[in-house]
């Protein structure tokens, strides 16, 4: 079983839309959360790390239900510059694996005019 | 402030042969990561480095190998080429074990 699970999609929305990606996580030692977004053949970067009681960046909404080992990310209102890859990223802080990132597959965005 | 660098950016490879990719960290920082994409996935972990030593390592065989320098700067060295090895590779550098991690932009190498 992978350590993050994720729909690989893709989700295509028209400009406006509100889209919702999901992943889950295997390892309940994982402590911190993120997602990244990665734009066609470029190197991921942060968009966000992801809380316990939720966080908001703008037009960007991240949830964590650890009893369920789920996290969320909410964007709204979507932007054409939104089209991307989005991965769900965790992060064990302690044991053998400390400070090494899991990925899931990726979530690919195409936001349409 | 330089970022996290990689050299080459792209390169091409025959089936058997050796590879070696570098990684400068982000000024201040002094773990080096490496992490393998192949089309359609997520990043993979390949190992870490610390203090010259490779402190973790994922499931990638013993063709991969890499090394750590005094100035942080890092190499990945993958032996035997396969061309299942096509990916980009991407270096990631932190200050110890930070939840601030930059990727580099990768090193795109194709095995032919």
């Known amino acids: 079983r992978k350590e993050v699970e994720q729909d690989p999609g893709p989700f295509n929305v028209p400009e406006g839309a509100t889209v919702a990606f999901n992943c889950t996580y295997s390892?309940?030692?994982?402590?911190?959360f993120f997602w990244y977004r990665q734009d066609c053949r470029k190197e991921p970067k942060l968009l966000m790390s992801?809380?316990?009681s939720g966080n908001e960046d703008g037009r960007f909404t991240a949830q964590l239900n650890r009893a369920s080992q789920y996290i969320s990310l909410l964007i709204r209102d979507s932007k054409l510059s939104d089209s991307a890859t989005y991965l769900c990223?965790?992060?064990?802080?302690?044991?053998?694996?400390?400070?090494?990132?899991?990925f899931g597959r990726g979530t690919q965005l195409t936001v349409w005019p | 402030d330089a970022g996290v660098t990689q050299s080459p950016t792209h390169l091409i490879k025959t089936r058997g042969q050796q590879v070696t990719l570098r990684c400068s960290p982000k000024?201040?920082?002094?773990?080096v990561s490496w992490y393998q994409q192949a089309l359609g996935q997520g990043p993979q972990f390949i190992f870490q480095?610390?203090?010259?030593?490779?402190?973790q390592r994922g499931n990638f065989p013993d063709r991969f190998s890499g090394h750590q320098f005094p100035n942080y700067s890092s190499e990945l060295n993958v032996n035997a080429l396969l061309l299942g090895d096509s990916a980009l590779y991407l270096c990631?550098?932190?200050?110890?074990?930070?939840?601030?991690?930059?990727f580099g932009e990768g090193s795109w190498l194709t095995v032919v």
């Open positions: 990631a550098s932190s200050s110890g074990y930070g939840n601030t991690i930059y």
């Open positions: 390892n309940s030692a994982s402590q911190s």
């Open positions: 480095y610390y203090e010259e030593e490779e402190r």
């Open positions: 990223v965790v992060k064990l802080d302690r044991g053998s694996t400390l400070g090494r990132l899991y």
């Open positions: 000024s201040g920082h002094d773990t």
């Open positions: 992801v809380y316990s």
